[in-house]
C-alpha cells in the first residue's frame, strides 16, 4: 500500500535550520510529485512547493523563496524539505503528499517542528 | 495568487442531518480545454493529516461514502454531507490545484449539535 513515513519531530532554534525527511513505499516514486504543505497550530494549511523526483525539479511558493530546498534521493524513495532561518511563526506540522495531475491523495504523518529560544 | 474563501467558518448539524460547505475562489478554476473544474474538497481530523474526499470538483475520491457530495463550477462550490454522522466530525478545506501555488481556503470545522 502506498504510503509516506515522515521524521520525527524537531525542536530549533531562531536561525537554525531543518530538514524533515519523507521516505516513500508502495507506488513508483518517480511517477508523483511530492508536495510539501504546513500547518501551524490551530490554523489552516499552507502549500510550500513541490519536487518533481524523476527530474528533481522543484517549484516553491513565493513566500518560501531562499529559504527553503526541496529534494529528492531516489536510491533511498526519499524526498526531503530543509526549511533556514527558521523563525518562531514557522513552528507547525510539516507534511509531505504525493500527486501529480489530481490532488493529493496520500499524505505523510507529519512532522512537527517547534522554533523556540 | 488564487484566493480560495470558505463559509461558513464552522457549523453545527443534527446527526442525520444535512451539512453544506461553501467555497469561492478569487478566480475561475475552470479548465476550459478539458472543461474541468481544478477544485479539491479536504477532510481533517485532529491530530491526522487531510484526506481527500473529493476532486474535479464533484468526483469522489474512492473509498468515500456517497454521502459526500461536490457541485459547483468557475468559482463557487460546495460540499455537502447529506446525513451527518459521528464520524464527520472534522475540518474542512477547500483547494484549488488550477494554478500554482495551490492554496487552500481557510477551513470550516463541522460539529454536532
Known amino acids: 500500500q502506498v504510503q509516506l513515513v515522515q521524521s520525527g519531530a524537531e525542536v530549533k532554534k531562531p536561525g537554525a535550520s531543518v530538514k524533515v525527511s519523507c521516505k516513500a513505499s508502495?507506488?513508483?516514486?518517480?511517477?508523483?510529485?511530492i508536495h510539501w504543505v504546513r500547518q501551524a497550530p490551530g490554523q489552516g494549511l499552507e502549500w510550500m512547493g513541490w519536487?518533481?523526483?524523476?527530474?528533481?525539479?522543484?517549484n516553491y511558493a513565493q513566500k518560501f523563496q531562499g529559504r527553503v530546498t526541496m529534494a529528492r534521493d531516489t536510491s533511498s524513495r526519499t524526498a526531503y524539505m530543509e526549511l533556514s532561518r527558521l523563525r518562531s511563526d514557522d513552528t507547525a506540522v510539516y507534511y509531505c503528499?504525493?500527486?501529480?495531475?489530481?490532488?493529493?491523495?496520500?499524505w505523510g504523518q507529519g512532522t512537527l517542528v517547534t522554533v523556540s529560544s | 495568487d488564487i484566493v480560495m474563501t470558505q463559509s461558513p467558518d464552522s457549523l453545527a448539524v443534527s446527526l442525520g442531518e444535512r451539512a453544506t460547505i461553501n467555497c469561492k475562489s478569487s478566480?475561475?478554476?475552470?479548465?476550459?480545454?478539458?472543461?474541468?473544474?481544478?477544485l479539491a474538497w479536504y477532510q481533517q481530523k485532529p491530530g491526522q493529516p487531510p484526506k481527500l474526499l473529493i476532486y474535479?470538483?464533484?468526483t469522489r475520491q474512492s473509498g468515500v461514502p456517497d454521502r459526500f457530495s461536490g457541485s459547483g463550477s468557475g468559482t463557487d462550490f460546495t460540499l455537502t454531507i447529506s446525513s451527518l454522522q459521528a464520524e464527520d466530525v472534522a475540518v474542512y478545506y477547500c483547494q484549488q490545484y488550477d494554478t500554482l501555488p495551490l492554496t487552500f481556503g481557510g477551513g470550516t470545522r463541522v460539529e454536532i449539535k
Open positions: 503528499a504525493r500527486g501529480f495531475s489530481l490532488p493529493s491523495d496520500h
Open positions: 478566480q475561475s478554476v475552470l479548465y476550459s480545454s478539458n472543461n474541468k473544474n481544478y
Open positions: 508502495g507506488y513508483s516514486f518517480t511517477g508523483y510529485y
Open positions: 474535479w470538483a464533484s
Open positions: 519536487v518533481n523526483p524523476d527530474s528533481g525539479d522543484t
